[in-house]
């Protein structure tokens, strides 16, 4: 439930501290107005010399590179001493002229803590213990508010709780919110059926990843997989059985690619594709053998099949040397050349692109 802190933004934080400053002097005006001259010096020795220059150095101290993990911390501290130097202006008006200076104003100080600078709930409840216990002490040694002392620390406490369930709520509300932004995301990013990749985030990861092999000069291989006359395994065998085969080609792949670079994808109805990175020639023939060797190795019975009488695949693969020429259509569209030829060869194998290869489909 703790505040990421990722998620500070310094500049913000920044600008609410120089809101809270302009808030804080926009009273003084106000306060002197009430306050005999001894008063008025007591008053201004807590604004001038205590208040605006912990507010200034919390302005400092978001600049701090590392503020961001400091926060909570930061922003506790500063509306603590915030609070106290108001009991202390509290104490001195009483014990001078036995003047009753409000402490309502110590309360707007922990309020901005808990919504404006949104500190979370365990740090709130650190900082409303500590200017209550704060408040107790000061109005057990002096009787300022008279008969009121007991009302006015009661209406501080419910203040404080009600505050407080207000943090609570939102900190709950909020995390519900990024689980739930988390699922939909990731909802947005995985293909429902098979778990891996959609088209979508294939499509963002080919690019990225091209985008950085260029300037490593790594090599590319696409891979693209196509079930054989799926739709007469269909008309046979129904769709909820074909939807397993899908989901079975799409385990055997997130099996065989297993890098954290590798982009298995399903790329529409019973086709997939893979984007490996770095291999050789050599191992990008064996991992396309792979494929189809899985569903020999299977041997789901698909009576309909025009070839071998059980489930197979066919693949068409391209292998590249990227360099700043290389296009992602131009890789998947040889790639593509390559499948439409293992289908001409009689489905149930693998083709690699040659620069020779004309469209057969
Ligand atoms: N069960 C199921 N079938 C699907 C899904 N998506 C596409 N298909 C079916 O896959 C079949 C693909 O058929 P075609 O494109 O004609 O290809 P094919 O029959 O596999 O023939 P070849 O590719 O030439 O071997 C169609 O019947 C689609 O309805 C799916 O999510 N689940």
């Given at each position: 439930?703790?505040?990421?802190?990722?998620?500070?933004?310094?500049?913000?934080?920044?600008?609410?501290?120089?809101?809270?400053?302009?808030?804080?002097?926009?009273?003084?005006?106000?306060?002197?107005?009430v306050?005999?001259?001894?008063?008025?010096?007591?008053?201004?020795?807590?604004?001038?010399?205590?208040?605006?220059?912990?507010?200034?150095?919390?302005?400092?101290?978001?600049?701090?590179p590392?503020?961001?993990?400091?926060?909570?911390?930061?922003?506790?501290?500063?509306?603590?001493?915030?609070?106290?130097?108001?009991?202390?202006?509290?104490?001195?008006?009483?014990?001078?002229?036995q003047?009753?200076?409000?402490?309502?104003?110590?309360?707007?100080?922990?309020?901005?803590?808990l919504?404006?600078?949104?500190?979370?709930?365990?740090?709130?409840?650190?900082?409303?213990?500590?200017?209550?216990?704060g408040?107790?002490?000061?109005?057990?040694?002096?009787?300022?508010?008279?008969d009121?002392?007991?009302?006015?620390?009661?209406?501080?406490?419910?203040?404080?709780?009600?505050?407080?369930?207000?943090?609570?709520?939102?900190?709950?509300?909020?995390?519900?919110?990024?689980?739930?932004?988390?699922?939909?995301?990731?909802?947005?990013?995985?293909?429902?059926?098979?778990?891996?990749?959609?088209?979508?985030?294939?499509?963002?990861?080919?690019?990225?990843?091209?985008?950085?092999?260029?300037?490593t000069?790594?090599?590319?291989?696409?891979?693209?997989?196509?079930?054989?006359?799926?739709?007469?395994?269909?008309?046979?065998?129904?769709?909820?059985?074909?939807?397993k085969?899908i989901?079975?080609?799409?385990?055997?792949?997130?099996?065989?690619?297993?890098?954290?670079?590798?982009?298995?994808?399903?790329?529409?109805?019973?086709?997939?594709?893979?984007?490996t990175?770095?291999?050789?020639?050599?191992?990008?023939?064996?991992?396309?053998?792979?494929?189809?060797?899985?569903w020999?190795t299977?041997?789901?019975?698909?009576?309909?099949?025009?070839?071998?009488?059980?489930?197979t695949?066919?693949?068409?693969?391209h292998?590249?040397?990227?360099?700043?020429?290389?296009?992602?259509?131009?890789?998947?569209?040889?790639?593509?050349?390559?499948?439409?030829?293992?289908?001409?060869?009689?489905?149930?194998?693998?083709?690699r692109?040659?620069?020779?290869?004309?469209?057969?489909?």
């Amino acid at each position: 439930m703790g505040t990421d802190p990722r998620m500070v933004d310094a500049k913000r934080i920044r600008l609410l501290s120089v809101i809270g400053a302009v808030l804080l002097s926009s009273f003084i005006a106000v306060d002197l107005s009430v306050l005999t001259d001894p008063l008025q010096e007591i008053y201004l020795t807590s604004r001038l010399l205590m208040q605006l220059p912990v507010c200034f150095v919390f302005f400092l101290l978001t600049f701090l590179p590392g503020y961001p993990k400091i926060h909570q911390e930061t922003v506790c501290t500063v509306v603590l001493a915030l609070v106290f130097s108001n009991y202390w202006v509290i104490v001195q008006c009483w014990e001078l002229e036995q003047f009753v200076f409000p402490y309502e104003g110590t309360l707007v100080y922990s309020l901005f803590a808990l919504f404006v600078f949104r500190i979370r709930f365990s740090t709130a409840l650190v900082l409303c213990a500590i200017s209550l216990v704060g408040f107790a002490i000061l109005l057990f040694n002096y009787p300022v508010y008279g008969d009121l002392n007991s009302i006015n620390f009661g209406f501080v406490i419910c203040s404080m709780f009600v505050g407080l369930i207000g943090v609570y709520q939102i900190e709950s509300g909020l995390s519900k919110l990024r689980t739930a932004n988390g699922k939909l995301f990731e909802l947005s990013q995985i293909d429902q059926l098979t778990n891996i990749y959609n088209r979508g985030t294939y499509e963002t990861r080919f690019s990225d990843q091209l985008e950085f092999n260029k300037r490593t000069g790594n090599t590319m291989c696409v891979f693209i997989v196509d079930l054989d006359s799926f739709k007469k395994y269909n008309d046979g065998y129904g769709h909820v059985q074909g939807d397993k085969i899908i989901q079975l080609q799409a385990e055997m792949l997130s099996k065989t690619f297993r890098r954290t670079t590798d982009i298995v994808a399903r790329y529409g109805g019973e086709e997939f594709v893979v984007v490996t990175t770095n291999n050789t020639e050599q191992e990008c023939e064996q991992l396309a053998q792979q494929i189809i060797a899985q569903w020999e190795t299977q041997h789901i019975p698909h009576n309909n099949s025009d070839e071998t009488g059980h489930v197979t695949c066919s693949v068409g693969y391209h292998f590249e040397r990227v360099d700043s020429r290389s296009r992602k259509e131009k890789i998947v569209e040889k790639a593509d050349l390559a499948l439409y030829q293992a289908k001409a060869n009689g489905r149930n194998c693998f083709v690699r692109y040659q620069e020779d290869m004309i469209d057969v489909s």
